[in-house]
C-alpha cells in the first residue's frame, strides 16, 4: 500500500460546482497532515493545515478520520483559479519531524 | 511577504559533471529542506538540515549529493556527478520550527536538466 494514496483525477467541474477530494495514508502512527496546491511546472504552496477536529479557510474545508485514515478536502463554489493539482501531505512519524510525504497529487480543471 | 528564493531557475549540464543548486532560506528560519520532483511525478524528500548538519536524508540522498550552509544566508545542493536520471526539479524549503506541525514554505524550484 502506498504511504499516501489520492485519486490523480482529473476532475473536471463547473465555475460555482462544490468538489471533494479524499486521500488515504498508510501509517497510523502519523501525526501532522496538510494540503498544498500545486500549478503546473511550479512549487508546492500551503494551502491548509488539517486538523483532527476538522478546519475551513474560506471557501475550503479540511477533514481528518483516523479511524479511516483518510484526509478530505472540500471546495465549494469552485473558481476558475483553483484549476491545479491539489498534493495530500502526510508527516508519517512524530519522531522525525523534518520529513513530509506527498502524495501523487488530485488535478483539478474548473471550467467556465 | 519574505519567501525562499532559488537560483538558477534552470540549469542545463552534462552527465558526469558537478552542480551545485542554490537557495536562500526565509531570514528567521531554521529548518531547511531539499525536495524534488522528477516530471510527472510526485514530490519526494531529499534532506533536511538544522544546526549545521544533515537531520534526516533519504535513500536518494546517496554520496553523490552533498549539503551546505556555507555562510549565514545561503544553504546548498551539491550533485557531484550527474547522471540522467537526476534531471528534475529541486526544491529548497525552509521552516521556522522543525516540530510537526510546522508547515514548509517552498521555493520557486530549480530545474535540472542532465543531457
Known amino acids: 500500500r502506498k504511504e499516501v494514496e489520492q485519486d490523480p483525477g482529473p476532475f473536471n467541474v463547473p465555475e460555482g460546482a462544490t468538489v471533494a477530494f479524499n486521500c488515504t495514508y498508510s501509517n497510523s502512527a502519523s501525526q501532522s497532515f496538510f494540503w498544498y496546491r500545486q500549478d503546473c511546472r511550479k512549487e508546492p504552496k500551503l494551502l491548509m493545515s488539517v486538523y483532527s477536529s476538522g478546519n475551513e479557510d474560506g471557501r475550503f474545508t479540511a477533514q481528518l478520520n483516523r479511524a479511516s485514515q483518510y484526509i478530505s478536502l472540500l471546495i465549494r463554489d469552485s473558481k476558475l483559479s483553483d484549476s491545479a493539482t491539489y498534493l495530500c501531505?502526510?508527516?508519517?512519524?512524530?519522531?522525525?519531524?523534518?520529513?513530509?510525504?506527498f502524495g501523487s497529487g488530485t488535478r483539478l480543471l474548473v471550467r467556465p | 511577504e519574505p519567501e525562499v528564493t532559488q537560483t538558477p531557475s534552470h540549469q542545463v549540464t552534462q552527465m558526469g559533471q558537478e552542480v551545485i543548486l542554490r537557495c536562500v532560506p526565509i531570514s528567521n528560519h531554521l529548518y531547511f529542506y531539499w525536495y524534488r520532483q522528477i516530471l510527472g511525478q510526485k514530490v519526494e524528500f531529499l534532506v533536511s538540515f538544522y544546526n549545521n548538519e544533515i537531520s534526516e536524508k533519504s535513500e536518494i540522498f546517496d554520496d553523490q549529493f552533498s549539503v551546505e550552509r556555507p555562510d549565514g544566508s545561503n544553504f546548498t545542493l551539491k550533485i557531484r556527478s550527474t547522471k540522467l536520471e537526476d534531471s528534475a526539479m529541486y526544491f529548497c524549503?525552509?521552516?521556522?520550527?522543525?516540530?510537526?506541525?510546522?508547515?514548509?514554505?517552498f521555493g520557486n524550484g530549480t530545474r535540472l536538466t542532465v543531457t
Open positions: 524549503a525552509s521552516s521556522p520550527e522543525g516540530f510537526y506541525n510546522s508547515p514548509l514554505h
Open positions: 501531505v502526510v508527516n508519517p512519524d512524530v519522531d522525525s519531524s523534518y520529513k513530509l510525504i
